[in-house]
């Protein structure tokens, strides 16, 4: 069954330093998305990505981030400078269809630990 | 706020009983989706139910769907420890496809 795929898995960085979190969308998909669920707390919707441009972004989602779909099968998610503050678990969706009830399915996550 | 709000928080419930969740809402919806999470894990999706949809039914998962309420439910019959997880009830609504999250009911099953 295709499923969307994260990697790493873990990822510990410094403060300060750049991360980009790596998602492979499942193929015949054409929204994507990136989540984060903070420990302990609920999960919030970063950003919508359809047709190579953002279609949606939420408040926390500022210039800290940005992201990327380099070629046919890869989105990324940037942060830049990270803060203490930005780890949580990340996690990458990816549905059929925006708007027309379609399932979004979600990938296992990012755990990102910033020290 | 536009996002689903569980209730209850959490529940325990022993092993073959019926688990049931609800979800609040505020806003119009296009669909409403259950998800479980364990623990430290990903979300996997369970249902999808759309707002013209009043009953949905997958396996041992039953969801309603009220929009005259706002509300939804999400019945596990014949609960099994397996079934031990987070439960998120998420609101889909507007042309991009993004999901606003509830906080979760946390379930446990006991054996």
């Known amino acids: 069954e295709p499923e969307v795929t994260q990697t790493p898995s873990h990822q510990v960085t410094q403060m300060g330093q750049e991360v980009i979190l790596r998602c492979v969308p499942i193929s015949n998909h054409l929204y994507f998305y990136w989540y984060r669920q903070i420990l302990g707390q609920k999960v919030e919707f970063l950003v919508s990505f359809y047709n190579n441009e953002i279609s949606e972004k939420s408040e926390i989602f500022d210039d800290q981030f940005s992201v990327e779909r380099p070629d046919g099968s890869n989105f990324t998610l940037k942060i830049r400078s990270t803060k203490l503050e930005d780890s949580a678990m990340y996690f990458c969706a990816s549905s059929r269809q925006g708007f027309m009830n379609t399932e979004a399915f979600f990938g296992q996550g990012t755990r990102l630990t910033v020290v | 706020s536009q996002q689903g709000e569980e209730d209850p928080q959490a529940l325990s419930i022993q092993e073959g009983e019926n688990a049931t969740m609800n979800c609040s809402y505020k806003t119009s919806i296009n669909n409403l989706q259950w998800y479980r999470q364990n623990s430290g894990r990903g979300l996997v999706h369970l249902i999808l139910?759309?707002?013209?949809?009043r009953e949905k039914h997958s396996g041992r998962l039953r969801v309603t769907l009220d929009t005259s309420k706002k509300s939804s439910s999400l019945l596990i019959t014949a609960s099994r420890a397996a079934d031990t997880a987070s439960y998120f009830c998420?609101?889909?609504?507007?042309?991009?496809?993004?999901?606003?999250f509830g906080q979760g009911t946390t379930l446990q099953v006991k054996p």
């Open positions: 998420s609101i889909g609504s507007g042309n991009t496809g993004k999901l606003i």
């Open positions: 139910i759309r707002s013209n949809e």
